[in-house]
């Protein structure tokens, strides 16, 4: 992989709730990050516009209908649940895990079938313009090693976590842990395994410690996997008061809500991914911002199992990092820009309220919306801080994790400007792309420089 340049208009998603929208050169050095990004029209540009003439180094220039953006990171995916996404929707949480969810997962023991699921899910994520992704596997240590695999053979920044499940009161028998000891001797088996993959010298697909939640364990296992993740130095991702079931759960099992359970077992620190946290108090938000953890906030899934809307705003009030997840197959689409959508629409629900049995005024919960350009922060660098990678913005130092956008694709759901208008802000593009932007307008994906993806137009 060598150095190249590419010139066009470029959305670069600036702070939570700025994107700008400019055309730019941008520099990809041979190691896949940026090494400078500079309006067309600077001296500096020039510069590197005459370097690469220079040194042969190509240059891409993007046509007026086309656009270069950063690449989105989903923050949990499901990857054994990719044959049920938009099944089974209608059922309870508890009744969808015991009926559809189990059973389907506890088929990855059979490597055979596993792979041309993960093979056929990592490219269709990659096709959606997903260059980070973190994924709940099953507790089979040899499908999930495979899909690491395929993550790292295809070019997906992955997480990869093996399924701890032990606990007989949820867990059904055919797809739990034998033992609290089978369960750590091998999550810790599976750590090692995924560092050592030939090829992942760069630490492209990581590992990490996957307590499935609180339901599913015993306070063994839990605090088992607490240590084991400090030993190891490995991320932790779990699920986090996602319904009034799982949360009252909880409560009624340890005395305490998911966060300060978690973090009486020690999973609760920085590089611990939560997904869901619905029912969060001001006071879990308060100790998760303590510990440095993450929000995965799934809309989409949300909607249909958690029986409530993320008070998002008031977790970034509280200073929690928040990105975006997928929920696959919770939530039915791969695409996290569906999801973004998604993130703004329910906001808006919250902040209006949705009963119009109350009166407008005692309907809602105001000041909990969003705007597109804080959608494109969640789907972007948003996901990306929560990981503590340097990726999400075109800036020098960071990953080129990057989707070129083409507005004129066949089959198109994105209107260019008509009537010889030009664009001119960039809140509007931002959501024009997150609302309308579908498989065929996604051209070409890089992540870490690489080419990922590429439709051949």
Not at 18 to 28: E, F, K, S, W
Not at 413 to 442: F, K, M, S, W, Y
């Amino acid at each position: 992989m060598g150095q190249f340049v590419i010139r066009g208009q470029v959305i670069n998603p600036v702070t939570p709730d700025q994107a700008t929208l400019t055309d730019c050169v941008v520099h990809v050095g041979a190691d896949g990050r940026i090494i400078a990004r500079h309006a067309s029209d600077s001296p500096m540009a020039t510069q590197i516009l005459d370097h690469a003439a220079r040194q042969g180094i190509p240059v891409r220039t993007l046509s007026a209908s086309q656009m270069l953006m950063p690449g989105f990171t989903d923050l949990h995916v499901h990857a054994p649940q990719w044959p049920q996404m938009g099944r089974a929707l209608d059922l309870p949480l508890r009744d969808w895990l015991e009926q559809r969810t189990f059973p389907l997962e506890a088929r990855f023991a059979d490597p055979a079938f596993a792979a041309p699921v993960y093979d056929e899910m990592v490219r269709t994520l990659l096709a959606n313009g997903t260059t980070t992704a973190v994924f709940f596997a099953t507790i089979h240590e040899e499908s999930s090693l495979l899909l690491a695999h395929t993550c790292l053979r295809y070019g997906l920044r992955a997480f990869v976590g093996l399924v701890a499940m032990d606990d007989p009161a949820l867990c059904p028998p055919p797809y739990r842990n034998a033992s609290m000891e089978q369960a750590l001797a091998a999550t810790r088996r599976f750590i090692h395994a995924v560092r050592a993959l030939p090829g992942n010298e760069g630490e492209l697909v990581r590992p990490m410690v996957t307590p499935r939640f609180i339901p599913a364990c015993t306070d063994g296992l839990l605090r088992g996997l607490g240590e084991l993740a400090t030993e190891e130095d490995c991320l932790i991702q779990t699920h986090c008061s996602e319904s009034d079931w799982e949360h009252d759960h909880v409560r009624q099992r340890t005395g305490v809500n998911d966060t300060m359970a978690l973090d009486r077992f020690g999973l609760l620190r920085r590089g611990t991914v939560l997904a869901h946290s619905c029912h969060m108090t001001a006071e879990d938000m308060a100790l998760v911002q303590a510990r440095g953890a993450a929000i995965a906030h799934c809309p989409l899934s949300n909607a249909y199992f958690a029986g409530a809307v993320l008070p998002l705003r008031a977790a970034w009030q509280a200073g929690v990092h928040v990105g975006l997840g997928t929920d696959l197959s919770g939530g039915y689409s791969p695409s996290v820009a569906v999801n973004a959508a998604m993130a703004v629409t329910a906001s808006r629900m919250l902040d209006t309220g949705t009963d119009p049995a109350r009166a407008a005024a005692d309907r809602g919960r105001p000041g909990a919306r969003l705007t597109f350009a804080e959608g494109l922060w969640l789907a972007t660098r948003g996901g990306t801080s929560a990981l503590d990678i340097a990726a999400g913005q075109f800036d020098a130092g960071q990953a080129f994790d990057a989707i070129l956008i083409d507005r004129t694709a066949p089959g198109s759901n994105i209107l260019p400007p008509v009537h010889g208008e030009t664009d001119r802000v960039a809140a509007d593009v931002v959501q024009q792309i997150l609302c309308n932007i579908g498989r065929p307008n996604i051209r070409t994906v890089w992540v870490a420089g690489r080419k990922v993806h590429d439709t051949g137009a």
